[in-house]
């Protein structure tokens, strides 16, 4: 049974940072590429960030976190990270974790997490 855990959310000021994490298991993250999204109230979820296992495996980011978030994977310890610096108020949603088995981006993640809620105010 594939299971995504994430963890490391939580209420942060304005400027300040959270680590996020995802524990995966059942599968191998080697072959997949793993993104983190998030839904804020009334909108509809999208996508902050992707790693892709595949090609270059380059990441993806967001224009509004590009320079705030980096995404890090740890395939030996099945582990996703999320570090957010320079945290916004528009940041707070709940941000999820998913995996996609295609390996080259995350169009349609096969695997996602329960979510864990960001929330950034003074």
């Known amino acids: 049974q594939v299971q995504l855990v994430e963890s490391g959310g939580g209420l942060v000021q304005p400027g300040g940072s959270l680590r996020l994490s995802c524990a995966a298991s059942g599968l191998t993250l080697d072959y997949y590429a793993i993104g983190w999204f998030r839904q804020a109230p009334g909108k509809e979820r999208e996508e902050v960030s992707c790693?892709?296992?595949?090609?270059?495996?380059?990441?993806y980011y967001k224009d509004s976190v590009k320079g705030r978030f980096t995404i890090s994977r740890d395939n030996a310890k099945n582990m996703v990270y999320l570090q957010m610096n320079s945290l916004k108020p528009e940041d707070t949603a709940v941000y999820y974790c998913?995996?996609?088995?295609?390996?080259?981006?995350?169009?349609?993640?096969?695997?996602w997490g329960q979510g864990t809620q960001v929330t950034v105010s003074s």
């Open positions: 790693i892709r296992s595949l090609g270059d495996g380059s990441a």
């Open positions: 998913a995996a996609e088995g295609s390996g080259y981006g995350c169009y349609d993640p096969d695997h």
